[in-house]
């Protein structure tokens, strides 16, 4: 398997962001925004959605600076991008 295939980074990206946004909202539960944009019905899918914009956006990251190109990178790269999106999101007012 290689990070370098596009539709393995895409799957592996994708997961991670759903992954993420899942393991969030049910740790961090609802925030300010997701009430405003959600109202009182909301879902998950939001977080997982954002998630994995938080992904892309970590892993497209990595590959500007150039880290390295392995599956453990890519990994990091996108975990940490979802990670900051969703911290960022549930702290905007």
């Given amino acids: ?18 992954v993420a946004g899942l393991l969030f909202d049910r740790l961090a539960g609802p925030s300010w925004l997701a009430r405003q ?5 909301r879902t998950i899918a ?3 959605l954002v998630g994995v914009a938080g992904a892309f956006v970590g892993y497209h ?5 150039v880290l390295d190109d392995g599956i453990v990178t890519a990994v990091i790269a996108a ?3 979802a990670a900051l999106v969703l911290f960022g ?5």
């Fill in 89 to 93: 999101w549930r702290m905007a007012r």
């Fill in 46 to 48: 939001t977080s997982a």
């Fill in 79 to 81: 975990a940490a991008g």
């Fill in 1 to 18: 398997m290689q990070v370098t295939d596009p539709l393995v980074t895409f799957l592996l990206v994708l997961a991670i962001g759903v």
């Fill in 61 to 65: 990251i990595a590959v500007l600076l």
């Fill in 37 to 41: 944009f959600s109202g009182s019905i």
